[in-house]
């Protein structure tokens, strides 16, 4: 074994067991029983610690209670949604008899900050609905109403945006907004055997004919920030986690990924590892990754199984 992969193992039960399905190949049981430890050791078990007697982290949906932009803060990452979304980044099982017993307290309780809307219902941004798809039918909601929403908040160029709805309302669609909701209908589909694949189809097609970073149009590259790769992405792309989509999706690699797997590629480190790229701002329960500048477990994990896959391994 070489080193890189014995340095991604010595890390969290979250990252050890992707390393052992993704890269080892290893038998099947191992890997369960591996992933069975998110919930009670680690960043899973820490997550899970801070939720509340209501079943929400922090008090809130998307914020916490008695955060607002008015208070001239860094957004906060420390309520219900964010924390499920890194729950499933974590691959906590879906089956853990807590998350079942989350997923009816925030039913009970939960409510969107707008529109006071049932926290499983969604509301009508795609961001968070493309993550409330992927935590609802991971851990058991039913999230279908949500699902139909986002066939009738699809673009007429393939993806989603955010921001349709505010102001006189955006027609072009956005990287981030189009891979929130392609990672939400793909778990659906996955957990629930009922087919998202026309949507998904436009959606990823969407990021393809812009080489997954650059706009269609103009052919320059959208934002810099698709360059450095984050960790939780939260509401940030980048093409590290485009890519990492397009694999689990099933997709095999072609002409118009090449571009984002060169990126990828020249961001290995001598030393085999790729480096945390982005620090977060906001208060978070704990830190996910390394600090900006240093290696990052998840980035090298991420890196490695998309090359991996890149290189037909």
């Given at each position: 074994m070489d080193d890189v992969t014995t340095w991604l193992l010595e890390g969290d039960p979250g990252?050890?067991?992707?390393?052992?399905?993704?890269?080892?190949?290893?038998?099947?049981?191992?890997?369960d029983a591996e992933r069975a430890r998110v919930a009670h050791e680690g960043f899973g078990?820490?997550?899970?610690?801070?939720?509340?007697?209501?079943?929400?982290w922090a008090g809130g949906a998307w914020a916490p209670a008695g955060w607002?932009?008015?208070?001239g803060e860094p957004q906060a990452w420390t309520s219900t949604s964010w924390v499920l979304e890194s729950l499933c980044d974590l691959g906590m099982p879906a089956d853990e008899p807590v998350m079942a017993e989350t997923v009816e307290l925030i039913a009970r309780n939960g409510r969107w900050e707008?529109?006071?809307?049932?926290?499983?219902?969604?509301?009508?941004?795609?961001?968070?609905?493309g993550r409330t798809i992927r935590a609802g039918a991971r851990f058991g909601a039913d999230v279908s109403a949500i699902v139909a929403y986002c066939e009738e908040d699809q673009q007429p160029d393939g993806g989603w945006n955010c921001f349709r709805l505010e102001g006189e309302g955006?027609?072009?669609?956005?990287?981030?907004?189009?891979?929130?909701?392609?990672?939400?209908?793909?778990?659906?589909?996955?957990?629930?055997?009922?087919?998202t694949a026309a949507m998904r189809e436009r959606g990823m097609a969407y990021l393809?004919?812009?080489?997954?970073?650059?706009?269609?149009?103009?052919g320059e590259i959208v934002s810099p920030s698709y360059l450095s790769f984050a960790f939780p992405p939260r509401a940030r792309y980048d093409v590290l986690r485009a890519l990492d989509h397009l694999r689990l999706a099933g997709l095999d690699p072609e002409p118009r990924m090449a571009e984002a797997i060169a990126i990828v590629r020249s961001k290995r480190q001598p030393d085999g590892r790729w480096l945390s790229e982005y620090d977060d701002p906001g208060a978070v329960q704990l830190h996910l990754d390394a600090p900006s500048g240093e290696p990052s477990r998840w980035n090298t994990l991420r890196a490695l199984r998309v090359l991996r896959w890149a290189d037909g391994g």
């Open positions: 990252i050890r067991w992707q390393v052992m399905q993704d890269l080892l190949d290893a038998p099947q049981e191992e890997v078990a820490a997550l899970l610690a801070a939720r509340g007697d209501d079943g929400l607002s932009w008015e208070l707008y529109g006071d809307l049932p926290f499983w219902q969604g509301e009508v941004d795609s961001c968070i609905n955006s027609t072009r669609s956005s990287f981030a907004s189009t891979i929130s909701v392609l990672e939400g209908l793909l778990e659906y589909q996955q957990r629930t055997g009922r087919s393809l004919e812009r080489s997954l970073l650059r706009g269609l149009r103009s």
